[in-house]
């Protein structure tokens, strides 16, 4: 069974500082990770995407204050976020380009979300 678990959200003032991780499980293979957010009423949006060699993508939002990596060996993808603003107040969720098994074709699997309240 394929798993995707997120965790380090929470509440936090507005300049501070969180760092999200999301652990896949169940997955032979991985294409690429990411971390989007959805707020109520919006749509779910990209904020940061990396590949397995390495590149990474940022929405226009939180470049300069987000940071992506990961390792590739825990199949573990991290969102540093740092000068939180109100604005970045959502559910976080992570993604994985990836396939369960060899025989298996490549498809996106998603986890369940974390919130991230940012307060002034």
């Known amino acids: 069974q394929v798993r995707l678990v997120e965790s380090g959200g929470g509440l936090v003032q507005a300049e501070g500082s969180l760092r999200l991780s999301c652990t896949a499980s169940?997955?032979?293979?991985?294409?690429?990770m990411g971390w989007y957010r959805q707020t109520p009423g919006k749509q779910r949006d990209m904020v940061a995407h990396i590949t397995s060699d390495g590149s990474r993508n940022y929405a226009d939002s939180v470049k300069g204050r987000f940071t992506i990596s990961k390792d590739n060996v825990e199949n573990t993808v991290y969102l540093q976020m740092n000068s939180l603003k109100p604005e970045d107040t959502a559910v976080y969720y992570c993604t994985a380009y990836a396939r369960r098994g060899y025989g298996y074709g490549w498809r996106d699997y998603w986890g369940q979300g974390t919130q991230v309240t940012v307060f002034s």
């Open positions: 169940g997955i032979v293979s991985i294409n690429s």
